[in-house]
């Protein structure tokens, strides 16, 4: 079984910068620069969320940004998927734990800078 140790290993091995949050068990922060937001890794055994936070929902009522979300998680998300936190617009996916290996924390890791990097301007624009 992996452990949180094997998470921050994966991440040292994934060589893009991260920083361990004090005062928070097994929460760690990736900046993949050029203004996008931060994305949250997780332990939370039995699972590993990682999370970014894209931004307040302006309007709940704004159907464009909502099926622009919808259409973003059919057309170009594998791995994770955009959904609201309450009035919060994330980028999230889960993973077990248990048969977590290095390949497939890169795969999430990596689409979620991909979409961040290819998306989220859009959706701050459709958002007001």
Same mark, same amino acid.
């Given at each position: 079984?992996? &452990?949180?140790? %094997?998470?921050?290993? @994966?991440?040292?091995? @994934? $060589? $893009? /910068?991260? &920083?361990?949050?004090?005062?928070? /068990?097994?929460? @760690?922060?990736? !900046?993949?620069? %050029? #203004?996008? /937001?931060? +994305?949250?890794?997780?332990? %939370? &055994?039995? =699972?590993?969320? +990682?999370?970014?936070? *894209? #931004?307040?929902? $302006?309007? /709940? !009522?704004?159907?464009? =940004?909502? &099926?622009?979300?919808?259409?973003? !998680?059919?057309?170009?998300?594998?791995?994770?998927? @955009?959904?609201?936190?309450?009035?919060? =617009?994330?980028?999230?996916?889960?993973?077990?734990?248990?048969?977590?290996?290095?390949?497939?924390?890169?795969? +999430?890791? %990596?689409? *979620?800078?991909?979409?961040?990097?290819?998306?989220?301007?859009?959706?701050?624009?459709?958002? #007001?």
């Amino acid at each position: 079984m992996q &452990t949180e140790q %094997d998470v921050e290993a @994966y991440l040292l091995r @994934y $060589k $893009k /910068p991260f &920083t361990a949050l004090d005062g928070t /068990p097994a929460t @760690y922060w990736l !900046n993949p620069g %050029d #203004g996008l /937001p931060n +994305v949250a890794v997780r332990v %939370d &055994t039995p =699972i590993v969320l +990682v999370r970014a936070e *894209i #931004g307040e929902l $302006k309007n /709940p !009522n704004n159907v464009k =940004i909502l &099926t622009r979300l919808l259409q973003m !998680n059919a057309q170009s998300l594998l791995h994770s998927a @955009y959904g609201l936190e309450g009035q919060r =617009i994330v980028l999230s996916a889960a993973l077990e734990l248990e048969n977590l290996d290095f390949n497939e924390l890169v795969a +999430v890791l %990596d689409e *979620i800078e991909v979409a961040l990097s290819r998306e989220a301007r859009e959706l701050h624009t459709l958002n #007001g």
